[in-house]
């Protein structure tokens, strides 16, 4: 099937089977590689993308269903957190790095928007660690770099 | 304290919390893993697994798969290219211990266990070759087979050791001593099947060209692989190249070769074209292997005093009929505390099941949760602080060999961990700190690693712009690595942090150790400082044949620092390297430490051996835990967490940091969520993904609190020990301890799920 998918602010059109998933699509037919497969079962949050300003696990999503919309990958990120991740090393082999950052930044937004978390109290707005780690717990990491992530986190959102 | 006047030659670089040299490509999404290098023409392809345990294949039928479109083989063991049979483990030649397992893929109609891989199909597309790869049929003949570990353990057999993997020994007459000891513990305790989880899933992309092969491969121990590949497929070891740039964690589990690589290079071979074989995180579970499922006893005598009477820790693990990494179950128990008597026993049994593997910390990590548990019920018994008891004990030579430690600051960290973490507040009573439905219990567990080095070769080359290149075909799983490597050669070679250029994670740059048993920091930088020394002699050779200003100058009064060579002590004579290569017509200088030579081997070995009779090494720590556990329903929650560790001097503060807290949730996932179930009826792994298995996620992790005591190991290069292991040992025993605290009960069966609670 032919569909154009804007990613990164560029149109991108492809011409794939309706079975293909959006992480195989950006992965291996647009080389970009920079979103990583972890579990393909939504399990890990290694592929998250950010689509129209929300976060999505690019492995449970079709290709063909985006069609029209727009993607952010890793690669097309400029974001205060990335410096913030490796300055507090919230990362080690790297894996897990894109799909953090990614989930992150619509995160924070979903928050600025006034969603709840499971941890969130009546009445309370900050963005406290236990409403960053709540909120990120969809993206694991291996390596256990839980703590820098979140002081990551914690320094960008002020 | 004395007060030093003059600046020291203290290092600059070493010791301070760098950035790493790789933090950009990581948040940016260009480092490159194993799956993700561009070749024209790559092929895919996708493993059919056994249904069933030990069984033949009757027959294969692979019509349906190779009518799907975009199909291009299907290998079997009826048409698969030829290997030759895995290496079986030998001292001489370290590169056996990569065998993962014993099993001729697609070349024998055999079955071994419940999943092992029985054909592989190859197609255009990965969709394609997955789904050409579930209509591929097999008939069987099922044969009887051992899966069911509690069944098969009471036929364990004692289990041999090596200089690699010791464990086991005796001193005295413990089980004597026991017995008459005024205060003992004998209890039982257990550890499930666990695995590695690295969030990457084992990649392989093989490309012949010719009799060449080239791997990109998901490796933490390439030169090792390259050697096996050689043997498997009859090729001299140059005719492979094995690339891993960036490894996505490994953790152990990507220290064998497994199926996938294997099968990635056949199915290369057979399709002509380069082929990439990425595994689904099933196909993990199902073809690399884990940690072993323990049952271990650990009994301790003592006087009323607390001194150690007697320590006795027997351990059965299984291995697998094709493979497997016997563990060192016991190995922490002979080192950690002093008693006149001691009895350690390992045995293992072989099962019908995927082989197991090393993972991290394999043998202490298990080993120190039963131990260290036992400890602190024995504190219980005797009514003291389990803090205290360990200090009544600890000593400066090794219990079981009386050989002396190189370095030992167990009291040390424990020490400082009790102050930071304000152990003090701790009410002995179980039970008696709630707040509010929580109830509220500290633990605290001992750290045990022992510190191998294996070797290294590199070549170093110094250019007369000042910059500096660093090769060395070592692993970045993530510890950082290249960046603790060119603090050394800055600090060495006195250049700054960014003129030097680590290159590493390829097999055509010198051969580099595996990443494993916390070896690789100090493995590389004992080569790396060698080179450094012997540029700087090659450079004061050339700047005495010259008219140097260090004419005359012996080695030992000259430094190295700001860009050149100058006299110790005498800031402005000198030169800077750029003038003394310049002045000798030469545009660098370079080193190589090491050759794959048999001299080099033995030197190596020799120097092993005498280490080992001379000291015993190892990195330790002191780990303590805050838990929480809600009285109504025994939800267990983390809510703080310490920990003091030995590990020599620390290189880099913020990547040492990391690795701690990395191990240290790791085994936060061993005490509270993490098994693989074995299906004792069929052998099959009954939760192979992330949404079964649980591995702790953000919510899980408190703050973890590390400190070091940055004391260098006199022994070490650089006093470096190694740091990659030792933060997992203890912290299972340090959840455990702390849940006892909280609510008086003992749960010697890992996981502490809440059910145990009830």
Same mark, same amino acid.
């Given at each position: 099937?032919?569909?154009?998918?804007?990613?990164?602010?560029?149109?991108?059109?492809?011409?794939?089977?309706?079975?293909?998933?959006?992480?195989?699509?950006?992965?291996?037919?647009?080389?970009?590689?920079?979103?990583?497969?972890?579990?393909?079962?939504?399990?890990?949050?290694?592929?998250?993308?950010?689509?129209?300003?929300?976060?999505?696990?690019?492995?449970?999503?079709?290709?063909?269903?985006?069609?029209?919309?727009?993607?952010?990958?890793?690669?097309?990120?400029?974001?205060?957190?990335?410096?913030?991740?490796?300055?507090?090393? @919230?990362?080690?082999?790297?894996?897990?790095?894109?799909?953090?950052?990614?989930?992150?930044?619509?995160?924070?937004?979903?928050?600025?928007?006034?969603?709840?978390?499971?941890?969130?109290?009546?009445?309370?707005?900050?963005?406290?660690?236990?409403?960053?780690?709540?909120?990120?717990?969809?993206?694991?990491?291996?390596?256990?770099?839980?703590?820098?992530?979140?002081?990551?986190?914690?320094?960008?959102?002020? | 304290?004395?007060?030093?006047?003059?600046?020291?030659?203290?290092?600059?670089?070493?010791?301070?919390?760098?950035?790493?040299?790789?933090? /950009?490509?990581?948040?940016?999404?260009?480092?490159?893993?194993?799956?993700?290098?561009?070749?024209?023409?790559?092929?895919?392809?996708?493993?059919?697994?056994?249904?069933?345990?030990?069984?033949?294949?009757?027959?294969?039928?692979?019509?349906?798969?190779?009518?799907?479109?975009?199909?291009?083989?299907?290998?079997?063991?009826?048409?698969?290219?030829?290997?030759?049979?895995?290496?079986?483990?030998?001292?001489?030649?370290?590169?056996?211990?990569?065998?993962?397992?014993?099993?001729?893929?697609?070349?024998?109609?055999?079955?071994?266990?419940?999943?092992?891989?029985?054909?592989?199909?190859?197609?255009?597309?990965?969709?394609?070759?997955?789904?050409?790869?579930?209509?591929?049929?097999?008939?069987?003949?099922?044969?009887?087979?051992?899966?069911?570990?509690?069944?098969?353990?009471?036929?364990?057999?004692?289990?041999?050791?090596?200089?690699?993997?010791?464990?086991?020994?005796?001193?005295?007459?413990?089980?004597?001593?026991?017995?008459?000891?005024?205060?003992?513990?004998?209890?039982?305790?257990?550890?499930?099947?666990?695995?590695?989880?690295?969030?990457?899933?084992?990649?392989?992309?093989?490309?012949?060209?010719?009799?060449?092969?080239?791997?990109?491969?998901?490796?933490?121990?390439?030169?090792?692989?390259?050697?096996?590949?050689?043997?498997?497929?009859?090729?001299?070891?140059?005719?492979?190249?094995?690339?891993?740039?960036?490894?996505?964690?490994?953790?152990?589990?990507? @220290?064998?070769?497994?199926?996938?690589?294997?099968?990635?290079?056949?199915?290369?071979?057979?399709?002509?074209?380069?082929?990439?074989?990425?595994?689904?995180?099933?196909?993990?579970?199902?073809?690399?292997?884990?940690?072993?499922?323990?049952?271990?006893?650990?009994?301790?005598?003592?006087?009323?005093?607390?001194?150690?009477?007697?320590?006795?820790?027997?351990?059965?693990?299984?291995?697998?009929?094709?493979?497997?990494?016997?563990?060192?179950?016991?190995?922490?128990?002979?080192?950690?505390?002093?008693?006149?008597?001691?009895?350690?026993?390992?045995?293992?049994?072989?099962?019908?099941?995927?082989?197991?593997?090393?993972?991290?910390?394999?043998?202490?990590?298990?080993?120190?949760?039963?131990?260290?548990?036992?400890?602190?019920?024995?504190?219980?018994?005797?009514?003291?602080?389990?803090?205290?008891?360990?200090?009544?004990?600890?000593?400066?030579?090794?219990?079981?060999?009386?050989?002396?430690?190189?370095?030992?600051?167990?009291?040390?960290?424990?020490?400082?961990?009790?102050?930071?973490?304000?152990?003090?507040?701790?009410?002995?009573?179980?039970?008696?700190?709630?707040?509010?439905?929580?109830?509220?219990?500290?633990?605290?567990?001992?750290?045990?690693?022992?510190?191998?080095?294996?070797?290294?070769?590199?070549?170093?080359?110094?250019?007369?712009?000042?910059?500096?290149?660093?090769?060395?075909?070592?692993?970045?799983?993530?510890?950082?690595?290249?960046?603790?490597?060119?603090?050394?050669?800055?600090?060495?070679?006195?250049?700054?942090?960014?003129?030097?250029?680590?290159?590493?994670?390829?097999?055509?740059?010198?051969?580099? /150790?595996?990443?494993?048993?916390?070896?690789?920091?100090?493995?590389?930088?004992?080569?790396?400082?060698?080179?450094?020394?012997?540029?700087?002699?090659?450079?004061?050779?050339?700047?005495?044949?010259?008219?140097?200003?260090?004419?005359?100058?012996?080695?030992?009064?000259?430094?190295?620092?700001?860009?050149?060579?100058?006299?110790?002590?005498?800031?402005?004579?000198?030169?800077?390297?750029?003038?003394?290569?310049?002045?000798?017509?030469?545009?660098?200088?370079?080193?190589?430490?090491?050759?794959?030579?048999?001299?080099?081997?033995?030197?190596?070995?020799?120097?092993?051996?005498?280490?080992?009779?001379?000291?015993?090494?190892?990195?330790?720590?002191?780990?303590?835990?805050?838990?929480?556990?809600?009285?109504?329903?025994?939800?267990?929650?983390?809510?703080?967490?310490?920990?003091?560790?030995?590990?020599?001097?620390?290189?880099?503060?913020?990547?040492?940091?990391?690795?701690?807290?990395?191990?240290?949730?790791?085994?936060?996932?061993?005490?509270?969520?993490?098994?693989?179930?074995?299906?004792?009826?069929?052998?099959?792994?009954?939760?192979?993904?992330?949404?079964?298995?649980?591995? /702790?996620?953000?919510?899980?992790?408190?703050?973890?609190?590390?400190?070091?005591?940055?004391?260098?190991?006199?022994?070490?290069?650089?006093?470096?020990?190694?740091?990659?292991?030792?933060?997992?040992?203890?912290?299972?025993?340090?959840?455990?301890?702390?849940?006892?605290?909280?609510?008086?009960?003992?749960?010697?069966?890992?996981?502490?799920?809440?059910?145990?609670?009830?």
């Amino acid at each position: 099937m032919k569909v154009q998918i804007r990613v990164n602010g560029t149109d991108r059109p492809l011409d794939v089977e309706p079975w293909v998933s959006l992480l195989d699509a950006l992965r291996d037919r647009l080389g970009l590689t920079g979103t990583k497969k972890g579990c393909d079962q939504g399990a890990c949050g290694a592929c998250t993308v950010i689509a129209d300003g929300e976060r999505i696990n690019a492995c449970l999503a079709l290709a063909v269903q985006y069609d029209g919309r727009e993607i952010t990958t890793i690669e097309g990120v400029e974001h205060p957190l990335q410096r913030a991740f490796v300055e507090h090393d @919230g990362f080690q082999c790297g894996y897990c790095t894109p799909g953090q950052i990614c989930s992150a930044i619509a995160m924070l937004a979903e928050h600025r928007a006034g969603m709840p978390s499971a941890v969130t109290e009546n009445g309370s707005a900050g963005l406290t660690a236990a409403e960053i780690k709540e909120r990120m717990s969809g993206n694991l990491c291996r390596c256990g770099a839980y703590n820098g992530i979140v002081a990551a986190i914690e320094e960008v959102a002020g | 304290m004395t007060e030093t006047l003059v600046p020291t030659t203290t290092a600059p670089h070493v010791g301070r919390p760098i950035d790493r040299v790789d933090g /950009p490509a990581k948040t940016t999404g260009s480092a490159t893993f194993a799956a993700e290098f561009p070749f024209p023409g790559l092929a895919h392809a996708s493993l059919v697994h056994a249904e069933v345990g030990r069984a033949r294949i009757t027959a294969i039928d692979t019509a349906q798969a190779e009518a799907v479109t975009g199909v291009i083989t299907v290998l079997t063991h009826l048409n698969a290219p030829t290997l030759r049979p895995a290496p079986k483990f030998s001292v001489l030649d370290l590169s056996t211990i990569v065998s993962g397992t014993a099993v001729n893929y697609l070349n024998t109609d055999q079955v071994h266990w419940n999943g092992q891989p029985v054909a592989v199909v190859v197609a255009e597309t990965y969709e394609s070759a997955r789904h050409a790869a579930r209509l591929v049929g097999l008939t069987y003949e099922e044969l009887p087979a051992t899966v069911d570990f509690a069944a098969a353990e009471s036929s364990a057999k004692p289990q041999k050791s090596n200089p690699m993997m010791g464990g086991g020994g005796a001193k005295g007459d413990a089980e004597a001593a026991l017995a008459q000891a005024p205060v003992t513990v004998d209890q039982r305790y257990t550890t499930p099947e666990l695995s590695h989880n690295a969030l990457e899933p084992h990649a392989t992309i093989a490309a012949w060209d010719g009799d060449k092969l080239t791997v990109y491969e998901s490796s933490q121990s390439l030169p090792f692989m390259r050697r096996h590949l050689a043997k498997r497929l009859d090729l001299p070891e140059d005719a492979i190249r094995l690339v891993a740039p960036f490894v996505g964690g490994g953790f152990g589990g990507k @220290g064998n070769v497994w199926a996938g690589t294997i099968l990635a290079v056949l199915a290369a071979r057979a399709a002509g074209r380069p082929v990439r074989l990425s595994l689904t995180r099933e196909a993990v579970y199902r073809t690399v292997g884990g940690r072993t499922r323990s049952t271990q006893r650990v009994a301790l005598g003592a006087e009323p005093g607390g001194a150690l009477a007697a320590i006795i820790h027997t351990s059965v693990t299984r291995t697998s009929a094709v493979g497997g990494f016997p563990e060192a179950v016991t190995n922490a128990s002979g080192h950690l505390y002093a008693a006149p008597n001691i009895l350690l026993k390992q045995h293992v049994v072989e099962m019908d099941l995927l082989p197991n593997a090393p993972m991290r910390a394999p043998g202490e990590a298990i080993g120190t949760f039963a131990l260290e548990s036992a400890v602190d019920e024995l504190a219980a018994e005797l009514g003291l602080d389990p803090i205290d008891v360990r200090l009544r004990n600890d000593t400066d030579r090794d219990p079981l060999s009386g050989t002396p430690f190189s370095h030992r600051r167990l009291r040390e960290a424990f020490a400082l961990g009790a102050e930071r973490f304000g152990w003090s507040a701790r009410t002995p009573q179980p039970g008696s700190m709630r707040e509010g439905r929580w109830l509220v219990g500290y633990g605290v567990a001992a750290a045990y690693h022992p510190i191998m080095m294996l070797a290294a070769n590199l070549t170093v080359r110094l250019a007369a712009d000042g910059t500096v290149i660093v090769r060395c075909g070592f692993h970045e799983m993530g510890m950082g690595g290249a960046t603790v490597q060119a603090q050394i050669a800055a600090d060495a070679l006195g250049v700054p942090f960014e003129a030097v250029r680590v290159d590493y994670g390829d097999t055509d740059l010198p051969t580099g /150790p595996m990443a494993g048993g916390s070896m690789q920091t100090a493995s590389v930088a004992a080569s790396l400082l060698e080179a450094c020394a012997k540029i700087k002699t090659s450079l004061l050779a050339l700047a005495r044949r010259s008219g140097s200003p260090l004419r005359g100058s012996r080695a030992d009064a000259v430094e190295a620092r700001d860009g050149g060579l100058y006299l110790v002590g005498h800031p402005d004579q000198g030169e800077s390297y750029a003038s003394i290569l310049s002045r000798a017509g030469r545009s660098h200088v370079e080193v190589s430490i090491g050759s794959d030579g048999l001299g080099s081997k033995l030197k190596f070995m020799t120097r092993f051996i005498r280490d080992q009779r001379r000291w015993v090494r190892a990195a330790s720590g002191a780990q303590f835990c805050e838990v929480r556990v809600d009285a109504d329903t025994g939800e267990i929650r983390l809510a703080r967490w310490l920990g003091a560790f030995d590990i020599g001097r620390v290189a880099n503060l913020k990547t040492a940091t990391s690795q701690m807290r990395g191990g240290i949730v790791m085994g936060m996932g061993m005490a509270l969520s993490e098994e693989t179930l074995v299906d004792p009826r069929h052998g099959r792994i009954v939760n192979p993904g992330l949404a079964e298995y649980h591995i /702790p996620v953000h919510a899980d992790v408190p703050p973890i609190d590390v400190h070091f005591l940055d004391d260098p190991d006199p022994t070490m290069p650089l006093g470096l020990l190694g740091a990659g292991e030792v933060s997992i040992t203890g912290v299972a025993a340090a959840v455990a301890n702390a849940v006892y605290h909280a609510t008086g009960r003992r749960v010697r069966d890992l996981p502490i799920t809440l059910d145990k609670l009830l």
